[in-house]
């Protein structure tokens, strides 16, 4: 099974602030990763699919970027909205497909 | 606009049986692999299961392989899932999801329903 690992567990910033949130896995997923936002009381939301594309509808300040065992969430300026949980999630080796455990983005 | 509408949930003895259903409108649900998803209270997400358009092909999660069965009725446009020997740390809500792609699925999931909780305890 493929882990992955999102860093940090709880990031603190202020809207307007840029986010990055890091997801590492323990083998090559190559650049099958996608991100997931999700509030609380509702379903995740598509984000990020192959590493650096962005699903439809999703706003230009989110973007993805790396390969191999490294990726990265990135939220150029914060808005109120954005603060959630974010999921990285690997479909390198289906069906066997595994999340991170998520990183909470909170407002400091 | 896509809407997946999860049904089924409640509260069950462990040992016993529960069958999930998830009806679609908005989309051409014929085309699409879906796939069921679930999080247990207060955890992360864990993918469960995944049915191809047609329906012959099904991929399990180790954890349920055995004990769940995905299916699906393309001419009421809903998907199924017979869950079976229920044990506690099957607790979750259960969502079902689309895949991102039409026919080959590609693993990613691009509309998600509202979920429905099913909780396994004596």
């Known amino acids: 099974e493929i882990v992955l690992t999102q860093s940090p567990a709880t990031l603190s910033l202020s809207p307007g602030e840029r986010a990055t949130l890091s997801c590492r896995a323990s083998q090559s997923v190559r650049s099958y990763l996608g991100w997931y936002q999700q509030k609380p009381g509702q379903a995740p939301r598509l984000l990020i699919y192959?590493?650096?594309n962005r699903a439809t509808g999703i706003p230009g300040r989110f973007s993805g970027s790396g390969s191999g065992t490294d990726f990265t969430l990135t939220i150029s300026s914060l808005e109120p909205e954005d603060f959630a949980v974010y999921y990285c999630q690997q479909r390198s080796n289906w069906p066997q497909i595994t999340f991170g455990q998520g990183t909470r983005l909170e407002i400091k | 606009q896509v809407q997946l509408v999860e049904s089924g949930g409640g509260v069950v003895q462990p040992g016993r049986s529960l069958r999930l259903s998830c009806a679609a409108s908005?989309?051409?649900?014929?085309?699409?692999?879906i796939h069921w998803v679930r999080q247990a209270p207060g955890k992360g997400l864990e993918w469960v299961t995944v049915i191809a358009n047609d329906g012959k092909d099904k991929h399990y999660a180790d954890s349920v392989k055995g004990r769940f069965t995905i299916s699906r009725d393309n001419s009421k446009n809903t998907l199924f899932l017979q869950m079976n020997s229920l044990r506690t740390e099957d607790t979750a809500v259960y969502y079902c999801a689309r895949d991102l792609k039409i026919a080959a699925a590609d693993y990613y999931f691009d509309s998600w329903g509202q979920g429905t909780l099913v909780t396994v305890s004596s």
């Open positions: 192959g590493a650096s």
């Open positions: 908005g989309f051409a649900f014929s085309r699409y692999p």
